[in-house]
């Protein structure tokens, strides 16, 4: 168990203080491991143990959170091979297994940025739905317009606008005017 802080994932953590609902999060930015870092969890066996050795269980590489109903998969140890990794057969045994041994669970794998690995497009092959996050005055339409042959292996893909301020008169927000 480790104590979580900011450093996780908003949106997991978001979905996580919903009653009743559990979450899983998935580090799979196996390159920079951001999340691993921030969560003090790169020495653990996480995700890419699990592919390597199919017989490990995941319940072994799952961390449980001081948040009620958040637990996290680290990163695990770099490979080389991380993309032909998520596109085997481990992976979508692993993420079968995930998901029928935890259905009441919304399963988060967070992962580097579209157009800066190849790993998201094969990850899309493994879900049903992806969430992208848009930066409002950051991300360029162009960005989005490429990203989305890229996970296109998934038919539900949904996009969130992040960091958006908007104005409007009394008469429509009111004091909802920025967020």
Not at 54 to 68: A, C, G, H, I, Q
Not at 85 to 93: G, K, W
Not at 147 to 174: E, H, K, Q, W
Request: charged letters at 20%; proline letters at 7%; a positive charge.
């Amino acid at each position: 168990t480790f104590r979580s802080s900011r450093a996780c994932s908003p949106r997991a953590m978001s979905v996580a203080s919903e009653r009743d609902i559990y979450v899983l999060l998935v580090d799979c930015d196996i390159r920079r491991m951001g999340l691993s870092k921030r969560l003090g969890l790169t020495n653990r066996m996480g995700l890419m143990d699990a592919l390597v050795d199919p017989k490990l269980p995941v319940s072994d590489v799952m961390v449980r959170t001081n948040v009620p109903h958040l637990s996290i998969i680290p990163s695990g140890q770099p490979v080389e091979a991380a993309t032909e990794l998520f596109a085997s057969q481990s992976m979508a045994n692993l993420v079968d297994g995930i998901a029928r041994r935890y259905p009441d669970r919304f399963i988060i794998f967070d992962t580097p940025p579209i157009l800066a690995s190849s790993e998201p497009g094969v990850l899309a092959l493994h879900v049903g739905n992806v969430v992208m996050v848009v930066h409002a005055c950051e991300t360029s339409k162009r960005a989005v317009v490429e990203s989305i042959p890229l996970i296109s292996a998934c038919s539900n893909v949904y996009f969130v606008l992040n960091r958006a301020t908007m104005s409007a008169g009394p008469d429509r927000f009111g004091y909802y005017g920025t967020y």
